[in-house]
Structure formats: C-alpha cells, structure tokens
C-alpha cells in the first residue's frame, strides 16, 4: 500500500513537472517570437532549439508517468 502511494505520488509529479514545463515553453515562445522580429533574431533560433527541447522532455516525463502503475 505504502509503495502504491509512493509510485502515484512519483506519477503526479512527473504529470505535474511535465505541465510547468509546458508553460515555461509557452513563455519562452513568446520570448523567441519577440527576438524573431528584434535585432536578435540567431537569438531566436538557440531559443528555439531549448523550447523544443524542454518539449521533448515533457513528452518524455509524461510517458514515463503512464508507464507507472500505482
């Protein structure tokens, strides 16, 4: 029972990182699109390169929470 507790507590938080993740990337496109039409538009690319990234990683999170059965 305690064990069960631990792994769906460990399944929220991956849930739960995976979506402030999510608004992190929200965020930061909105950065990338602010650099897009400034002078540091290479600036915007790198921020890009990070936004997918910390998408991947999201993606990634939420999967490995699915594969946890409580």
Do not use: F
Request: include cysteine.
């Amino acid at each position: 029972m305690t064990s069960n507790l631990r792994m769906q507590g460990l399944q929220d938080d991956l849930v739960r990182s995976a979506g402030e993740l999510e608004e992190l990337c929200q965020a930061l496109d909105g950065h990338a699109r602010y650099l897009r039409h400034s002078i540091h538009q290479a600036d915007a690319k790198a921020m890009d390169g990070h936004v997918d990234d910390l998408r991947h990683s999201a993606c990634e999170m939420r999967d490995i929470a699915r594969s946890i059965e409580p």
